[in-house]
């Protein structure tokens, strides 16, 4: 089992990315998906979760309406579309199935 996510990066305040979380080794059409972050000093938070259909939807409050989570069944990957990015939204993004975590990718807002 493996999940692999991309997209992290240095952006300045009011600005987006696009994180992606590719899974193998699963049928990653059965289970739900979750991102998490953890900034430093911070524990880690849940940030967004779909269901495996990707019709039930939840996020942390101070995320929504920025953020978006969705998934492609077809493509074993799952997403999250961050706009309007602040610096107190700076960490390590990480995506979760099945008791499996990705290696996590960093997202720094800074000017």
């Known amino acids: 089992v493996q999940l692999v996510e991309s997209g992290g990066g240095l952006v300045q305040p009011g600005g987006s990315l696009r994180l992606a979380c590719s899974v193998s080794g699963f049928t990653f059409s059965g289970y739900s998906m979750s991102w998490y972050r953890q900034a430093p000093g911070k524990e880690r938070e849940l940030v967004a979760r779909i269901s495996p259909a990707g019709n039930d939807i939840d996020y942390v409050d101070s995320v929504k309406g920025r953020f978006t989570i969705s998934r492609d069944n077809a493509k074993n990957t799952v997403y999250l579309q961050m706009n309007s990015l602040k610096p107190e939204d700076t960490a390590v993004y990480s995506c979760?199935?099945?008791?499996?975590w990705g290696q996590g990718t960093q997202v720094t807002v800074s000017s």
């Open positions: 979760y199935a099945r008791g499996v």
